[in-house]
């Protein structure tokens, strides 16, 4: 029976041997993998910090630039509301246009019988007019004549 207990003993120990194997090889495993995840976050550690940086960049450039749309969008307004001013002018003044338009057509209509008279006076006028300045010129044309001419002429006035 004593031998029996040894058996046991050894075979307990042999077990027991395994098993240590066993776990060492297994945490042996475990440290490897550890180890890479390790090497893996510091990597993503390093990344993280460019990638903060670069965001911390982007995000103060973005306030610059939301403060320059900020301000252009001020200065736009004051040509919005000078445009506005004068749109709100061209169209004043385009209604005083169309009153007055309409007013001289009116008096149009209703002294359209002596408009007409005035037409056909001043075309009058104008014809003497023309016909006055057309006898003036033919009576104050200067002839200029040769020795000759003058002589033959002269000869004819005594005739």
């Not at 749309?69 to 040509?79: E, G, H, M, R």
């Not at 061209?90 to 246009?97: H, I, K, R």
């Not at 006076?121 to 016909?131: E, H, L, Y």
Request: aromatic content about 4%.
């Amino acid at each position: 029976m004593i031998v029996i207990l040894y058996i046991a003993a050894l075979v307990a120990a042999i077990g027991f041997l395994v098993l240590c194997i066993g776990l060492a090889m297994t945490l042996n495993s475990l440290k490897t993998t550890l180890n890479n995840v390790a090497g893996t976050m510091a990597g993503i550690e390093g990344q993280m910090q460019g990638i903060t940086r670069e965001t911390t960049g982007l995000l103060e450039k973005t306030n610059s630039l939301a403060t320059d749309i900020q301000d252009k969008s001020q200065q736009l307004n004051t040509v919005v509301q000078a445009v506005k001013g004068f749109g709100d002018s061209v169209n004043g003044l385009n209604n005083s246009v169309q009153q007055v338009t309409s007013s001289i057509h009116s008096n149009v209509s209703k002294n359209s019988d002596q408009i007409a008279q005035v037409i056909q006076w001043s075309n009058a006028f104008m014809g003497i007019r023309g016909k006055m300045k057309e006898r003036k010129a033919n009576s104050e044309s200067v002839t200029v004549f040769t020795p000759e001419e003058e002589a033959t002429m002269k000869r004819k006035r005594r005739k």
